[in-house]
């Protein structure tokens, strides 16, 4: 009888010192998006957590957007190594002839959830699907759509007045799994920092309690990896898609008002970015009027300037026009002004954003700006699974340890 019991014990410990095993050696990787979250909102005092995951593992001086600095282009960018001229989520808003009757538009859930806006690229999650690996992910654009008849094994519909904590407390409980039922890979998407930022201007009050909340949030989700037992093992990819400019309200320009010769034209985007379709035997002249106004730049698409790598997808509006920094196009100057904008030319020092990377294989470094689409390869690195066709340069990827 004793031997028996002796058989048992010794038995069911080596099962709990393999499972123990296993539950340490895979690797977790959580990509998580502060969006409008500009490298600067660390030094006001109200992200500890962020400051100290910068300073024990990698920190970038920014991350520059690809163009546009909006965020559905560039979440899409993060998770394909595409600029947005080639993963086609040019914008929020999109009209394509090829989709008639829809409008893309972040307020469309049919639009969104539509697998014909987004199957010009396969995203991270589809590839690792590819190597029988799996995704959870809490928010982020194009997870709710089946691209190549596949999701994340965990997604949800967008739902924006779920709070940070709420967000990363339905993550925690989707990691909660043995490990051969747990994710490779999750997303995390906070929204309350860009919010703020837009209603109030990146140096209001608003923007300081937001990013507290945030930063509240991450330290929550490390406390809770803790006691699920892998954050050692997890690798912390932590970006915003842009940042964001104060925008004074006298800071309008009428775009109406400068094409008032033309009353077919139709503005489809207005803002930091703006662009309109225009027969091609106007654009010249609608051209010349548009670039008296010292506050912009317009263009036609294909003469977009090269480092901006747009202008050729169709969703494209014929013409385009870029405000200077803290100015926006309405098409009334009546209107009263967003206080915090983004949209501008990614260059530009505000539109830069953030980027953190902490983990296991991450040795405590500061660098300079690097781009966001170079993020995608850093997480095929991290996940072990080779990139599918993308853009990207092995700048991020090349800092990490093998
Ligand atoms: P932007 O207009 O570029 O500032 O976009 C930010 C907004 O996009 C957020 O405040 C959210 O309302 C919205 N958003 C972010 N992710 C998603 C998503 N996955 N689905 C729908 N809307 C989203
Ligand atoms: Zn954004
Ligand atoms: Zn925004």
Redesign the pocket.
């Known amino acids: 009888m004793y031997k028996i019991l002796h058989l048992i014990i010794i038995i069911s410990l080596n099962q709990a010192t393999s499972y123990a095993q296993h539950e340490v050696h895979k690797p977790l990787t959580i990509l998580i998006s502060i ?2 979250f500009k490298p600067e909102y660390l030094n006001r005092g109200h992200s500890k957590t962020l400051l100290q995951l910068g300073e024990q593992g990698l920190l970038a001086k920014g991350l520059q957007s690809t163009f546009p600095s ?3 282009p560039n ?1 899409y960018s993060i998770v394909t190594g595409l600029h947005a001229d080639h993963h086609g989520i040019v914008n ?1 808003t999109m009209y394509d002839l090829q989709i008639p009757n829809q409008v893309f538009k ?2 469309s ?1 049919e639009a ?1 959830t539509n697998p014909q806006w987004w199957t010009a690229a396969e995203p991270i999650w589809i590839t690792l699907a590819k190597h029988n690996k799996t995704a959870s992910t809490l ?6 759509v089946s691209i190549q008849g596949k999701q994340p094994m965990d997604w949800l ?2 739902e ?1 007045s779920m709070t940070s904590i709420q967000r990363v407390d339905k993550l925690l409980s989707w990691l909660d799994r043995s490990a051969t039922q747990r994710a490779d890979f999750a997303t995390l ?1 906070f ?1 309350e920092v ?2 703020y930022g ?1 209603e109030f201007g990146p140096n209001s009050n608003a923007v300081n309690g937001a990013i507290q909340r945030v930063d509240d949030a991450i330290h929550r989700l490390i406390k809770g990896l803790e006691q699920l037992n892998v954050l050692k093992n997890t690798t912390l990819v932590i970006v915003s ?2 940042g964001m400019a104060e925008v004074p309200n006298q800071n309008q320009i009428n775009g109406s008002l400068l094409t008032k010769q033309y009353p077919h034209l139709m503005w489809e985007w207005l803002g930091p970015l703006a662009g309109f379709q225009a027969p091609k035997e106007q654009r010249a002249e609608i051209l010349k009027t548009l670039n008296t106004e010292p506050r912009m730049k317009c263009w036609e698409k294909s003469e977009l300037p090269k480092s901006f790598n747009f202008g050729t997808h169709r969703r494209i509006p014929d013409i385009i026009c870029l405000a200077d920094i803290g100015w926006t196009i309405s098409a009334n100057s009546n209107n009263k002004t967003i206080p915090g904008q ?2 501008y030319n990614p260059s530009e020092q505000d539109m830069h954003g953030l980027l953190i990377v902490n983990g296991p294989r991450i040795k405590p470094q500061s660098i300079g700006i690097v781009e966001s689409i170079d993020v995608y390869l850093l997480l095929c690195e991290l996940l072990s699974i080779p990139p599918h066709t993308n853009d990207a340069s092995r700048a991020i990827a090349d800092l990490i340890s093998h």
């Not at 928010?139 to 709710?144: C, H, L, R, S, V």
Request: proline letters at 7%; charged letters at 15%.
């Open positions: 969006d409008g909006i965020t559905f979440h929020n972040l307020s859930r969104i928010f982020w654009p194009g997870t709710e519909p967008y924006h998407y929204s860009d919010s837009h898609d842009h983004h949209g």
